[in-house]
Antibody, heavy 122, light 113 residues
């Protein structure tokens, strides 16, 4: 069945970058959008942006513009989210999620990865 | 950005009884195409979120029919007709009208009394 499997937990120092991967299987990867959502410890959900796996167009939340890059690699059915200039406020679980309909946006999000914990600490 | 406000923050429920969660947006989510760009998600303890309702009132695949979304404009409601123990978790509404700034509500924690 369709699933998204994310890379493992990361520990980073302030100022560093992190790149989280999200490997898709069980569906045609390059016709759906992928959104990225994060959740700080004990907090709610925050949408970061999305990428079309079809044409690689990206839309980033204003808060993350200039600091985030979302990419996809069709040959391996993998999406990536890189976040730079990390601070302790970026400590969170990062989720990838697939959009519901092909050739449209990365939402509503019908298929979610298991989450990747990124801890930022000096 | 559109601000989403949910109430209550916490909702103790009795199995078999109905439950209702409110979600209000700072701007109308009703598009000129007639759709309300409002989705509902449930995050069960220790799990990733999953989609319950999209475009205000459409149940996602596999979602039991005891879950119903309603409302229009700025006021929306998620109703569970008869709560089951497996429904515990945090419920989030999310607006998808402002596509460069999708925003979630703060969440409503549903727990069994």
């Amino acid at each position: 069945q369709a699933q998204l499997v994310q890379s493992g937990a990361e520990v980073k120092k302030p100022g560093a970058s992190v790149k989280v991967s999200c490997k898709a299987s069980g569906y045609t990867f390059n016709i759906f959008g992928i959104s990225w959502v994060r959740q700080a410890p004990g907090q709610g959900l925050e949408w970061m942006g999305w990428i079309s796996a079809h044409n690689h167009n990206t839309h980033y939340a204003r808060k993350f513009q200039g600091r985030v890059t979302m990419t996809t690699e069709t040959s391996t059915s993998t999406a990536y989210m890189e976040l730079r200039s990390l601070t302790s406020d970026d400590t969170a679980v990062y989720y990838c999620a697939r959009g519901r309909r092909s050739f449209t946006s990365g939402w509503p999000m019908v298929l979610w990865g298991q989450g990747t914990l990124v801890s930022v600490s000096s | 950005d559109i601000v989403m406000t949910q109430s209550p923050l916490s909702l103790p429920v009795t199995p078999g009884e109905p439950a209702s969660i409110s979600c209000r947006s700072s701007q109308s989510l009703l598009h000129s195409n007639g759709y309300n760009y409002l989705d509902w998600y449930l995050q069960k303890p220790g799990q990733s979120p999953h989609l319950l309702i999209y475009l205000g009132s459409n149940r996602a695949s596999g979602v039991p029919d005891r879950f119903n979304g309603s409302g229009s404009g700025t006021d929306f409601t998620l109703k569970i007709s008869r709560v089951e123990a497996e429904d515990v978790g945090v419920y989030y509404c999310m607006q998808t009208l402002e596509t460069l700034a999708l925003t979630f509500g703060g969440g409503t924690k549903v727990e069994i009394k």
